[in-house]
């Protein structure tokens, strides 16, 4: 009986036969002695021991399955390693042989080709070839069936799909991504198969779930299943990765060039994200080649000590010397520009200056990570906020659900990407500002690149496509005669429905010749042609209904069910005969353009009404309110007023527009307005909104009143209205006012308040105001090119100017004034008894002061 000795090789404690032994420890003492002189020896050493320990413990394996089982290693296991492995002498054999390879395998070829054409076959070799890998036997047919294991030393949930792969001899990670289409990609596509589709895929995937686990809890895990070597694995290459390596790997298994398969990867992301989501998939489920075994087993090739060296040689011939490509030069050129400024800077300033750069250069930098990374975020947000607003309630609403049938999620996506990427650019470069150091390589920038100009494609695909379908207006007209009783009729308006879909009517009384009452309906919309356009009018539907003498209008209208939103919108006249009398409900008054009084919306209810050829709308009831003076009446202005206005808003503030529109607001202190107004406010017991300009610019206006504030904008102000629109005059009377914010292009004058308390003002963007008050307190905010001039008198007057702005304060009385100018912002004050004044940039601050010398 030979003599044994136990050894631990790879952690495997193995007993082997001491002839045999010796001859393993020589043959490991020449592969260390030659590897000795290699970069990162050790590890190169540590995947062979790997290798060969792996070798004699499948070949222990083997052999417990056949007759006479045993548990030693013999001399006959460690020659048949050696043989499979190649020695140190069969590759220096073949390094010596270098140099008339090419010779060789030139006259190889010929000789083969030769052979080739004459039909004649090369003599087989017998036996295996040092360095080439062996074959595994065939199945004895005498032995038991194999058994299903979960492979335990694979396994990512379970080893379910490792164990069956192992039984199959195929790699892993093909049985884990059929495991993950069923479970998870078939749901979501199912909308592709048709109607009902969703129930059947979705019973497969939890038919796939309840399966996986039966095979989890039926089959027991091993930890010692074999590895069978000549299944090519699947790897994510980390030496040409661009983001997991998924595409280099895939590039390996199938022998591609990588560039190709990362392609694929872009365009799949525009078929509703597929792309993106195999690619998730297979970073998650496939292994990284992070060993020299592995990497080799990636490519295919043999493990054996030629095969290694090979490899080792390869990832050794890096060219550091070689020349950028002049698109790589490009997409650097800013970076190495920012960082050239930088050292340049830090070295002409010196060592002091160089940390004050230093300080700008973080600051620089992580402003730029923080405007990267809100883009980001509001790329996302939007993006969750479109995809989300299938789930979303919004009342009795429809538009929502309209504009998302016409934002396709190929928009959607070439949007995000064309937005979120350009924030990821801005992150990045901030980062690198403040480390100093890049971050991305040549790789990453052009994969990012494409995928940029991919989205910008996507966008000029699709969006075009919408706009064409707003391109022309088309109107059609239908009157309906309205079957008015004989007794004194009421109109109203129906608004118990409660919707809240924004498409309110707009209705107007006139009077007419005749007898007969009637109902005209212009009905617009937009589309490809006006034809179109005329027929996506069509779709609007409208009711109104009559009831002894009552007559309902409603106060919104609808589009068909399964039309498509096109701007559509109605215009509603009723015509009533003159010298016919009616009534009107409040509601249908404040729903309706014809203005009225205060007074005369309170008695709606006990007035009668009437049209006259002379005199248009009359009250039967009550004498009517004069408004010819509704725009000047209690306007406190005098000559220097007049002239300050003319001088700072134009000859044309005071113009009128053709048409006037009074608007239901109350209760309110505070006043915010965007647009392009030319807004008058004054001092009134009462409360007035009033509107002037073009009927189909105040048809568009908005005015509410929330938390005391009154709010004008205007309803449609996306991309599904495209006007030109006129100036709006707008009036506000008020009792007191509190708080003014303009933004846009506003002017504004505000005037009639002498015993104010606190007043603040708010001009944001190239707004003008002209502000003649009396107050204890004044807080002005000018932004951007905004200008104001103030006349009365203030106790303390706080101002903040920032961008371009101009204060005039010289003909205002101030006691104290405190002001901050930034930017290139100029303030002028007459006599202050306290000026304070903090300036940056080219800003100014002037004025004389009464303090004692």
């Known amino acids: ?169 195929i790699d892993p990670v093909w049985v884990r991504l059929i495991f993950v289409t069923l479970i998870l990609a078939l749901p979501p596509f199912s909308g592709i198969f048709g109607h009902g589709s969703d129930e059947f895929f979705g019973g497969i995937s939890g038919f796939t779930v309840i399966l996986y686990i039966a095979m989890w809890v039926a089959f027991p895990g091993s930890m010692t299943l074999e590895d069978d070597k000549s299944v090519k694995k699947f790897y994510r290459n980390p030496d040409d990765k661009v983001l997991g390596g998924v595409a280099s790997g895939i590039a390996a298994y199938f022998g591609i060039d990588a560039g ?52 080792i040689k390869r990832s050794l011939d890096i060219n550091e010397t070689a020349e950028e490509s002049t698109l790589a030069k490009v997409l650097l050129f800013p970076f190495r520009l920012i960082a050239t400024i930088f050292n340049g800077l830090a070295s002409i300033l010196g060592p002091l200056a160089r940390g004050t750069v230093s300080i700008v250069r973080v600051l620089a930098g992580v402003f730029l990570v923080v405007v990267g990374f809100a883009i980001m975020v509001g790329a996302l947000g939007v993006l969750g906020t479109v995809f989300g607003l299938k789930g979303i309630h919004f009342g009795n609403s429809d538009i929502p659900y309209m504009i998302q049938r ?149 106060d919104s209208y609808e589009i068909k069910p399964g039309s498509r939103f096109r701007g559509q919108d109605i215009d509603l006249t009723i015509y009533i005969p003159y010298e016919r009398p009616f009534r009107m409900t409040e509601a249908f008054a404040r729903h309706i353009r014809n203005e ?84 008058r406010v004054k001092r009134g017991e009462t409360f007035k909104v009033v509107a002037d300009g073009r009927e189909e610019d105040i048809d568009d206006l908005r005015v509410r009143v929330e938390n005391g504030e009154l709010h004008v904008d205007f309803r449609n102000e996306g991309i599904f209205k495209w006007r030109n629109r006129r100036r709006i005059g707008i009036t506000v009377t008020m009792p007191d006012v509190q708080s003014i914010h303009y933004s846009g292009a506003t002017q504004s004058i505000i005037t009639g308040f002498d015993s104010l308390d606190n007043l603040d003002i708010d001009l944001t963007g190239a707004c003008k105001a002209l502000i003649d008050v009396k107050t204890n307190k004044l807080d002005i905010d000018l932004t951007g090119a905004s200008k104001a001039t103030l006349r009365g008198r203030s106790n303390n007057v706080n101002a903040h100017l920032s961008g371009a702005c101009k204060l005039d304060a010289t003909a205002m009385t101030v006691g104290r004034a405190d002001v901050e100018a930034v930017g290139a912002s100029n303030a002028e004050f007459g006599t202050v008894d306290d000026l304070k004044s903090k300036t940056s940039g080219a800003s100014s601050v002037h004025g004389n002061t009464n303090q004692p010398q």
């Open 1 to 169: 009986m030979k003599k044994t000795i136990s050894i631990n090789i790879s952690g495997v404690i193995f007993h082997i036969e001491e002839d045999g032994y010796d001859k393993l420890k020589g043959y490991l003492t020449s592969i260390q002695h030659y590897f000795s002189t290699y970069e990162d020896s050790q590890e190169i050493i540590t995947d062979i021991e790997n290798r060969i320990a792996e070798k004699l413990l499948n070949k222990l394996k083997a052999a417990e399955k056949q007759a006479s089982p045993r548990q030693v290693v013999t001399l006959e296991d460690v020659n048949e390693l050696i043989l499979s492995m190649g020695t140190v002498a069969d590759f220096e054999a073949i390094e010596e042989e270098d140099s008339i390879s090419v010779a060789a395998s030139s006259r190889s070829q010929a000789a083969y080709e030769s052979a080739a054409t004459t039909g004649a076959n090369p003599e087989p070799k017998t036996g295996p070839t040092p360095g080439t890998g062996s074959v595994p036997p065939p199945r004895p047919s005498g032995l038991p069936p194999r058994k299903l294991y979960r492979d335990l030393r694979r396994k990512i949930a379970g080893g379910v799909a490792s164990g069956i792969a192992n039984y199959f001899n």
């Open 260 to 311: 190709v398969v990362r392609l694929l990867f872009v365009l799949t992301i525009f078929l509703f994200g597929t792309g993106f989501l195999a690619y998730i998939v297979l970073w998650i489920i496939s292994p990284t080649a992070n060993t020299l075994t592995e990497k080799m087993e990636m490519q295919g090739e043999p493990i054996t000590l030629s095969n290694i060296e090979s490899n």
């Open 406 to 554: 016409e934002i396709t999620p190929p928009m959607i996506l070439s949007a995000f990407v064309a937005v979120f990427l350009p924030g990821l650019a801005i992150a990045i470069l901030g980062i690198m500002i403040i480390s100093q150091r890049a971050l991305v390589t040549t790789a990453i920038s052009l994969t990012l690149l494409s995928v940029w100009f991919l989205g910008l494609i996507g966008l000029a695909a699709t969006v075009p496509q919408v706009v064409n379908e707003f391109s022309r207006s088309g109107h059609i007209e239908e009157t309906v005669t309205l079957p008015v009783p004989a007794a004194i009729p009421t109109l109203d308006i129906n608004d118990e429905d409660d919707n809240d879909n924004d498409f309110h009517t707009a209705i107007e009384l006139e009077g007419v010749e005749g007898t007969a009452w009637s109902l005209l309906k212009r009905q617009e919309a937009q589309g490809p042609t006006r034809q179109q356009a005329q027929q996506n009018a069509r779709t609007i539907l409208y009711n109104w209904s009559v009831k002894d003498s009552l007559i309902r209008f409603d």
């Open 596 to 679: 009225f009084g205060n007074e005369e919306l309170e008695r709606m209810k006990t007035s009668i009404w009437k049209f006259s050829k002379t005199d248009g709308l009359v009250s039967l009831t009550h004498p009517r309110e004069l408004n010819d003076n509704r725009y000047e009446e209690d306007f406190d202005t005098n000559d220097a007023i007049d002239e300050a206005l003319r001088n700072e808003l134009g000859d044309d503030f005071h113009q009128k527009g053709e048409y006037t529109r009074q608007f239901e607001a109350t209760n309110f202190s505070k006043i915010d307005m965007g647009g392009a107004f030319a807004v």
